[in-house]
């Protein structure tokens, strides 16, 4: 049970789906004894391997420290900017993950605190390390209100992610952690925090979901 805890429940039906086709794709390819569905039995073989390295989903030791900011998810910062945004507030920081499809995919919530608002964009599909992609791409926003301040977590689609999945529900508490979402293959993540927050990342640094600090609350 544990080794299938440890596969996103996003990718399962799609694993068991192809898995059962290759089993007696596999069968027949013995039988016939044809180079060419040998090699392409190869190919699937392979695609799958790398597949269910694609839906891993590792535990994560979350931090109980109330005064940090952790990482929405795996991947390495590309930007990190200060913003004026509506909503969190005058002088923002936004803070930009670019997730390969090595990376692990589990979007988490940064921070515990009380969903206000969710919203999907339709938008175009440009590679998502590219600075527009913020703006133009395909996107979930999620607004999260916390003690004394207001966070978002942007779930950004790329050039070959095409789906999108958020779990949060307006006036709904989360916690500091769990799982928000998930998107498949390469996209991107941007959290946008207050001017209360100090961002503790630079760029280029490697993040992981639920674990890396990526800010504190000013004392």
């Known amino acids: 049970m544990r080794h299938i805890e440890m596969i996103a429940k996003e990718g399962r039906l799609f694993l068991i789906s192809v898995l059962i086709f290759l089993f007696p794709f596999g069968l027949y390819v013995h039988a016939s004894d044809i180079k060419i569905l040998y090699y392409i039995y190869i190919l699937f073989g392979s695609f799958y391997l790398f597949a269910i390295y694609f839906f891993r989903d590792p535990q994560r030791k979350i931090t109980p420290d109330s005064s940090t900011i952790l990482s929405p998810a795996d991947g390495r910062i590309i930007s990190i900017k200060k913003i004026n945004d509506n909503e969190v507030g005058s002088s ?128």
């Open 92 to 219: 923002s920081k936004v803070i930009s993950i670019f997730l390969s499809v090595f990376d692990v995919h589990v979007f988490r919530y940064p921070f515990d605190g009380k969903v206000k608002s969710v919203k999907s964009t339709e938008g175009k599909f440009i590679a998502a390390f590219a600075d527009n992609a913020s703006d133009v791409n395909e996107k979930i926003v999620t607004v999260i209100e916390a003690n004394n301040f207001i966070f978002k977590i942007k779930q950004i689609a790329g050039l070959v992610a095409r789906r999108i999945l958020c779990y949060a529900k307006p006036n709904e508490n989360v916690t500091k952690g769990d799982r928000m979402g998930f998107i498949r293959f390469g996209s991107r993540a941007d959290i946008v925090v207050s001017s209360e927050i100090d961002v503790c990342v630079n760029i280029g640094e490697k993040v992981k979901a639920g674990e890396s600090v990526i800010g504190r609350i000013k004392q």
